[in-house]
């Protein structure tokens, strides 16, 4: 049987992570460099990642790249490279709910159920809640809730499992009880995308390289300004 190669991208925040799977298992997983924007830094550092593993684009089975929620420009640059990498090769091209991946991070860690959240900024929190059993359907819906830090909180539960970067923001305000995952599983990571999308690539849960688009979740901070400013 063929091998089945899976590049996976992550780039919902400040930085950017990218991996090889091999029959789905992470073979190099590698960070954007911290001091570089994404945009310059994140085709460089999936050339690097191809070269050191002797693989070139073409050797490419499938892509899998998170497509939100999460930071607007980070995202962009994300699905535009997987799109075009995708439609350049013939890849199956996969797109994979950040919070989903945060969620299959934390698979191993205490607590139940599992909540994934991001910053998003202006006081609010992206966050989805998953009973375990939801683990095996992960890709089928979208999870995702903007809520208010506030709003957040108060469904917390004693017994919980929080995992995302939000932590660090709300760490002093978290409900007695509640589980904290690790502080490296807390950063979305494309090792985490690229195993969630070949689950999905076996379900058939793939997508149209010329129909993707990012998943923001909301409008950006000009567009609600604009919007309120029509009510007024």
Not at 11 to 32: C, F, H, P, Y
Not at 83 to 101: E, P, Q, W, Y
Not at 188 to 205: E, I, K, N, T
Not at 208 to 223: G, I, K, M, T, W
Request: net charge negative; glycine share 8%; proline share 6%.
């Amino acid at each position: 049987m063929p091998q089945s190669l899976l590049l996976a991208l992550e780039t919902s925040g400040w930085t950017a992570s990218v991996a090889l799977l091999e029959d789905g298992k992470l073979v190099a997983e590698r960070l954007t460099p911290a001091e570089e924007r994404v945009a310059q830094s994140l085709l460089p550092t999936i050339h690097q990642l191809l070269r050191a593993a002797n693989v070139t684009p073409r050797d490419l089975s499938a892509i899998a790249v998170a497509s939100g929620p999460g930071s607007f420009t980070g995202l962009r640059i994300g699905v535009t490279a997987a799109k075009t990498l995708a439609f350049a090769t013939g890849a199956k091209l996969v797109a994979v709910n950040t919070l989903d991946a945060l969620a299959t991070q934390a698979s191993d860690a205490t607590g139940e159920p599992i909540w994934a959240a991001l910053d998003a900024q202006r006081g609010d929190v992206f966050a989805a809640v998953y009973q375990r059993s939801d683990l095996e359907q992960l890709g089928e819906s979208d999870p995702t809730q903007l809520l208010s830090g506030d709003q957040w909180l108060e469904r917390l539960t004693a017994g919980s499992l929080i995992v995302g970067p939000v932590i660090a923001r709300y760490r002093e305000r978290l409900p007695a009880g509640v589980n904290v995952a690790p502080e490296p599983l807390c950063q979305p990571m494309a090792g985490a995308v690229g195993l969630l999308g070949y689950d999905m690539l076996a379900r058939g849960l793939t997508c149209d390289p010329f129909q993707l688009v990012p998943r923001y979740h909301r409008q950006s901070a000009a567009e609600e300004k604009a919007a309120a400013a029509k009510l007024t």
